[in-house]
């Protein structure tokens, strides 16, 4: 089911492997999401968001590690959290 949709939902199995619909709706949220990677991009140049689309890689995690999280970072995220957790343990020391 899905929060807030009132009614039944149903999972479909590799969705996008046997309907047409849940194909072209993989691909308009992968298209949106590589677009909002992109702008913050802009925004926060030093992450390497254009480059990885919101993927954790090598490159991304240096980053992380380097600066630190951005708004944008998902702070429940486990890296996110590890990182924050070290930064401030150093900022106690």
Request: charged share 25%; proline share 4%; glycine share 8%.
């Amino acid at each position: 089911s899905v929060d807030g949709l009132g009614v039944p939902g149903l999972a479909v199995w590799k969705g996008d492997q046997v309907s047409a619909s849940i194909a072209a709706a993989s691909v308009v949220a992968k298209v949106t999401r590589d677009r909002i990677m992109e702008r913050l991009h802009d925004g926060y140049p030093q992450y390497d968001f254009a480059v990885h689309k919101g993927y954790s890689t090598l490159r991304h995690e240096e980053a992380l590690r380097a600066h630190g999280p951005c708004p944008e970072h998902r702070m429940t995220y486990a890296n996110v959290r590890a990182v924050l957790t070290a930064r401030e343990e150093e900022s106690t020391s």
